[in-house]
């Protein structure tokens, strides 16, 4: 029996242009030195309203209905987005570990390889380090893991409890890792 689980959803979208995307992240940051939060190095972006994002707004919301189906989400309720930015994490550069302010987070990446840091997700049990650590379990698995990573890959979209404590690892190679976060708030739906 598994009685929490944390709902993760990964998909690649479809029919995003993506070189718009990364024109857009570069200009942006041509002409505006961004915000500093969790990023070490790095740009990120201000919050951004911008139409060049509406078909990925549009991609993002068919899935956020998916993932709101799977928690259960009452129908009187909506979702919608409180923030959205764009990130340019260069080599070397990371995030530390963190979590969002509302419902449902994600990210989605415009450019990057599976080598330019992964998205780390902590397991959010606060005591696993006094005895659920690696060295007492064979292999990880979803019972015992201490963090799950993923791969980046251009196209991918990723969301997540916007509670979940997570990080960006490295970015090792010399090119940019350019990824779009957004979160989200839930409300009762307005008749
Ligand atoms: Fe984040």
Same mark, same amino acid.
Not at 106 to 124: A, F, I, K, W
């Given at each position: 029996m598994n009685i929490f689980s944390i709902p993760i959803h990964m998909c690649e979208l479809q029919e995003i242009d993506n070189n718009s995307l990364v024109s857009y992240a570069y200009s =942006?940051?041509?002409?505006?030195?961004?915000?500093t939060l969790s990023?070490?190095?790095?740009?990120?972006?201000?919050? =951004?309203?911008?139409?060049?994002?509406?078909?990925?707004?549009?991609?993002?919301?068919?899935?956020?209905?998916y993932y709101a189906n799977l928690l259960d989400v009452k129908k009187d309720k909506t979702i919608s987005f409180t923030n959205t930015?764009?990130?340019? &994490?260069?080599? &070397?550069?990371?995030?530390? &570990?963190? #979590?969002?302010?509302?419902?449902?987070?994600? #990210?989605?990446?415009?450019?990057?390889s599976p080598d330019m840091g992964c998205l780390r997700l902590e397991n959010h049990n606060n005591l696993k380090s006094i005895s659920w650590h690696g060295n007492n379990f064979n292999n990880y698995n979803t019972h015992n893991a201490e963090n799950f990573l #993923?791969?980046?890959?251009?196209?991918?979209? #990723?969301l997540f409890p916007?509670?979940?404590e997570h990080g960006v690892e490295? &970015?090792?190679?010399?090119?940019?890792?350019?990824?779009?976060?957004?979160?989200?708030?839930?409300?009762?739906?307005?008749?």
């Amino acid at each position: 029996m598994n009685i929490f689980s944390i709902p993760i959803h990964m998909c690649e979208l479809q029919e995003i242009d993506n070189n718009s995307l990364v024109s857009y992240a570069y200009s =942006l940051r041509d002409n505006n030195t961004g915000r500093t939060l969790s990023n070490k190095g790095g740009w990120q972006s201000d919050i =951004l309203n911008d139409n060049i994002l509406n078909m990925l707004l549009i991609k993002i919301l068919t899935n956020i209905s998916y993932y709101a189906n799977l928690l259960d989400v009452k129908k009187d309720k909506t979702i919608s987005f409180t923030n959205t930015w764009l990130n340019i &994490n260069g080599q &070397n550069d990371y995030n530390i &570990n963190h #979590v969002h302010d509302g419902f449902i987070s994600g #990210v989605y990446y415009p450019q990057t390889s599976p080598d330019m840091g992964c998205l780390r997700l902590e397991n959010h049990n606060n005591l696993k380090s006094i005895s659920w650590h690696g060295n007492n379990f064979n292999n990880y698995n979803t019972h015992n893991a201490e963090n799950f990573l #993923v791969s980046p890959k251009t196209g991918l979209l #990723v969301l997540f409890p916007s509670w979940l404590e997570h990080g960006v690892e490295p &970015n090792s190679v010399n090119e940019d890792r350019i990824s779009f976060s957004f979160n989200t708030r839930i409300e009762n739906a307005v008749s």
